[in-house]
């Protein structure tokens, strides 16, 4: 073990830090809008059914690998099996880390210029409330350069800071102060909307399963958010993982940090429909897609909120905005840190250098995402769709079938003697991960080829009823092992 490699401080900062890379904007901006277009609470039971089954599994395996190797994404796999080419997939996870930063710090550099615009009162001011007003005003800001070249810039500084600091004072530092800030702003906004009149409608719309509304791209788009949103297939775990001391219980952190992640999910929705729908029963799900919920459709409801008090209005703005900009910050930073440590500890790059050079070089590969190019949604789809999946694809290939059953739950055992879980873990892993996640690959690979309509529905019904059965008998099975714990199996761990 390398001496001079930093660590944890305690277990709450791992922990911390961890669900503050899963809690991003995959929670607050995405989270609720796709619930929203995929009817509702169907989604939501079938996003909670892909995280438990194979989002925590494979947390699980990137943390492992992590703290094995003690290793950034790409040196963890020449660690653990030299010579083979396995560290591309860790290869492909930084340039995906780079990647995803390059769009994801131009959607912090908005949330900046919304919290400025709240700070300046312009955001609460009268004939600002209107979906058409907003509309033009987020396409003014946003396709004004000196507006979102500048915010994108100051979102990436402040990214670069935090990791340039480090492990201990950097990241884990900042994520125990902000993360409990965060939870606390939330729960505020949360109160506020649920005392309007006609909440009621907001939390139906949420949970309240839509049957007639599932297609089968509900269970895909399930699957790609809870890999976004729990910031796997890219070796962010990997990393996060590979700073912890070797006593810590694993599956029970993976558990944690998809909890708390979902947790907040859902308390996202919680806080944007039942105001949004209470005052604007009649707002139609495409104004509530992509930039709309928190950029447009939410802000249109500030002032009425306070009934018309300029002053409530825009608190409750820059709380909002302020909420949105940590959950952005602590998940970036973990993007930033894949790429850093990668130059750290591959390259032998002092930490300083390596955030700033290559907090540099996103910035710049990002401006044309910052501008009205059509590159925000190139990268991000490539990213979202292909590179997350693919690479969680690999990485449960790599645990299960190269790294094997055995090195990992030896691995494991260190901190959790007792995983009653460890053989259905590495049978998912093994089986069920791969198979689900090539058939979504396959269904996306389909769509984009425009592959003619009848044989793609046809194909991806026949996938979604394999995922079913698959998702839910390991389910089934996980409650089986739980609750009857054969003796066979624990006899098994413990060698
Ligand atoms: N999980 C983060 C979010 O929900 C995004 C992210 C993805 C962060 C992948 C790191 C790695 O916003």
Not at 124 to 131: A, I, K, P, R, V
Request: glycine share 10%; hydrophobic share 55%.
């Amino acid at each position: 073990v390398n001496q001079n490699r930093e660590q944890w401080g305690s277990r709450l900062g791992f922990i911390l830090a961890a669900a503050g890379s899963a809690i991003g904007l995959g929670n607050i901006w995405m989270f609720p809008k796709t619930a929203g277009e995929n009817g509702g609470g169907l989604f939501v039971l079938l996003y909670l059914l892909c995280v438990m089954v194979i989002g925590v599994p494979l947390m699980l395996a990137e943390l492992a690998i992590g703290r094995a190797s003690q290793s950034n994404a790409v040196g963890a796999f020449k660690k653990l099996t030299p010579g083979k080419p396995w560290f591309l997939t860790g290869g492909l996870g930084v340039l995906a880390g780079f990647l995803i930063l390059s769009f994801y710090a131009v959607i912090g550099g908005w949330i900046l210029i919304y919290l400025w615009d709240s700070i300046t009162g312009l955001l609460t001011s009268q004939g600002m409330n209107t979906l058409t007003a907003l509309n033009e005003h987020f396409t003014n800001r946003t396709t004004d350069p000196m507006y979102s070249i500048l915010f994108y810039f100051i979102f990436m500084a402040l990214t670069i800071f935090i990791v340039y600091k480090g492990i201990g004072e950097g990241i884990e530092k900042w994520s125990k102060i902000l993360m409990p800030v965060l939870l606390g702003l939330l729960v505020l906004v949360i109160v506020r909307g649920l005392f309007l009149e006609g909440a009621m409608k907001g939390l139906e719309f949420l949970f309240v399963p839509r049957f007639e509304d599932f297609k089968p791209e509900t269970l895909a788009g399930a699957l790609s958010q809870a890999f976004f949103s729990l910031s796997l297939g890219m070796g962010a775990m990997i990393t996060y993982g590979s700073y912890l001391k070797k006593n810590q219980n694993l599956p029970q952190s993976a558990v944690q940090v998809g909890g708390l992640d979902t947790l907040i999910g859902i308390l996202a929705g919680m806080a944007i429909f039942p105001a949004l729908l209470s005052i604007n029963p009649d707002i139609s799900p495409a104004d509530m897609g992509g930039s709309g919920l928190i950029f447009k459709a939410f802000p249109q409801i500030f002032l009425e909120m306070f009934g018309g008090n300029a002053l409530f209005a825009q608190i409750f703005a820059i709380l909002f905005f302020v909420l949105v900009l940590i959950a952005a910050l602590t998940s970036s930073i973990s993007l930033l840190e894949v790429v850093t440590a990668y130059f750290v500890d591959e390259r032998k790059f002092k930490r300083s250098h390596a955030a700033m050079i290559m907090g540099a070089l996103i910035f710049i590969i990002g401006i044309p995402s910052a501008l009205p190019t059509g590159a925000f949604d190139i990268v991000s789809s490539v990213t979202y769709d292909y590179m997350l999946p693919i690479g969680g694809f690999f990485i449960s290939i790599y645990a299960s079938w190269v790294w094997g059953r055995n090195r990992a739950l030896i691995e494991i055992a260190d901190g959790c003697k007792c995983f009653k879980l460890g053989i259905l873990w590495h049978f998912i892993l093994r089986w069920i991960a791969p198979f689900v996640i090539f058939q979504i690959l396959l269904g996306k690979i389909l769509i984009d080829l425009k592959v003619s309509e009848s044989i793609r529905t046809t194909l991806q019904t026949v996938f979604t009823y394999t995922d079913a059965v698959l998702i839910g008998g390991a389910l089934i099975a996980g409650i089986y092992f739980w609750f009857f714990k054969p003796a066979s199996l624990v006899r098994d761990e413990k060698e």
